[in-house]
């Protein structure tokens, strides 16, 4: 259980408050819905979201990692807005440091995460039998070189600092990062149909599970409008990616569709009440 208060949000569980790692650790889930096409042509921070959340799902302390990285780019922020410090006690200098030495601890997982999502994509695809163009998943790190070392982080930091004192902007960092998501030669936003996006965002859930449970864990896979957009054999695809799951729960809003296959329990929404199909 989650519940706020005005210092701030508790986490409960079996009545014990516990630190956000934990609560993390207990119940994974990932979830498709038509609030998640930004993922497709949207905003990159949606995109970025995806790989921060697939990190932490397989290993929820790396939330540490993330928050670190807040912490310290907030306060770079700050003091940028604020016109900078130079001289002998350079505070930039100061929160360049660490935001490099963070910021490469970042991008070393971001880019893990997204190399293993490609080939669990392409397993998914090949399992299930499924006929989709090439999909590429293409990590763009900020800065390029971010992953090889502190020191070439701190070097991109420093080429950028006159701009960054100029703009009382910090320009260089993962907050700045890219996950293309190419389909055959083009962007996969702006070149698939409807039901071509709906059927990679649930392979591309089935895959985020398939990455999961080679860490040892199982999540929870929500599905809204499971059926929305998709044609019979689309469909029936669709569904062989989810088939025999331990927890998955889907909403449709034709009560024929859950009859259509068989080992599924279908339930109704009827006023404020759910009750058997």
């Known amino acids: 259980m989650a519940s706020w208060r005005p210092s701030g949000t508790r986490r409960i569980i079996n009545g014990k408050e516990v630190a956000l790692g ?21 905003d990159p921070a949606s995109r970025r979201r995806l790989l921060d959340q697939g990190i932490v799902s397989k290993k929820p302390l790396e939330v540490e990692v993330l928050a670190r990285y807040r912490r310290v780019l907030m306060a770079k ?29 970042l991008i070393r997982l971001r880019s893990a995460y997204a190399s293993e999502l490609q080939s669990a994509f392409e397993e998914t695809l090949a399992e299930n039998c499924i006929e989709l163009q090439p999909v590429d998943f293409r990590y763009r790190p900020n800065p390029a070189a ?106 449709s809003a034709d009560p024929g569709t859950g009859r259509r296959f068989s080992g599924v329990t279908c339930w109704r929404l009827r006023g404020h009440r759910i009750e058997p199909l």
């Not at 650790?25 to 819905?33: G, H, I, Q, V």
């Not at 200098?93 to 030495?101: F, I, K, P, S, Y």
């Not at 992953?147 to 960092?173: I, M, P, T």
């Not at 040892?216 to 929305?228: H, N, Q, S, V, Y």
């Open 77 to 105: 922020r700050r003091l940028l807005a604020e016109g900078g410090e130079l001289g002998p006690n350079d505070t930039i200098a100061a929160w360049n440091q660490l935001l490099a030495e963070v910021g490469c601890e």
């Open 146 to 251: 971010g992953a090889e070392s502190v020191a070439d982080f701190l070097e991109a930091l420093e080429r950028e600092r006159g701009r960054e004192l100029r703009r009382k902007r910090s320009l260089v960092g993962p907050h700045r990062d890219s996950l293309e998501i190419r389909w055959g030669m083009s962007d996969i936003g702006r070149s698939a149909s409807a039901g071509e996006r709906k059927l990679f965002g649930l392979v591309l859930t089935a895959a985020r599970r398939r990455v999961l449970l080679a860490a040892g864990r199982e999540p929870i896979i929500l599905l809204d409008d499971f059926d929305a957009t998709l044609d019979g054999p689309h469909l029936e695809a669709a569904w062989r990616l989810f088939e025999g799951m331990p927890q998955v729960i889907a909403s």
């Open 22 to 42: 934990e609560y993390l650790s207990r119940l994974p889930a990932f979830s498709w819905s038509t609030r998640d096409d930004p993922l497709l042509d949207g």
